[in-house]
């Protein structure tokens, strides 16, 4: 979809109906918003390290279901991940040889504390539950009743 103006919505989402569109148009026209505060607004969505899907959810007046998506840029690379805070391994170089150093690696990476039954939250899929913890994984079961298996570094408590 398209506004006037060149202001261009990018669908952060696969599979939202033309109905979908339509309504969040008509609660956007109905409105009556001022071009500043669009502005404002779109410059605040770029900005912000919260849920994007959350963020347009907002701005068009509905409400969305408590927690993050776990779909958009924000939520899938958090600000303290984008800012170095945490560093996801694969951009870790891994000791090919020698003895392992295990404090060193201890040192390097924050490990998630949790046990079995802890709530958590894990990229892609949402909010679950500690299934079983194996070394750097942990088994989380989703809402659906599937049981995956994520790194340790990926998953949140939530
Ligand atoms: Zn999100």
Redesign the pocket.
Known sequence: MRETRGVRFKL?RPGVTREEVERAADVCATRGEGDREKLERVMLYGQSA?????LLHEYFGEELAPG?????????HPLEERLGLSTPEAEAPAPREGPPDVSGAKRMKKVLEVSEGDAVRVPKYGRGRVASLEDDKVAVELPDGETRTFKREFVRRG
């Open positions: 952060l919260e849920c994007r899907w959350k993050a998506c776990g779909h958009c840029d924000n939520c899938l």
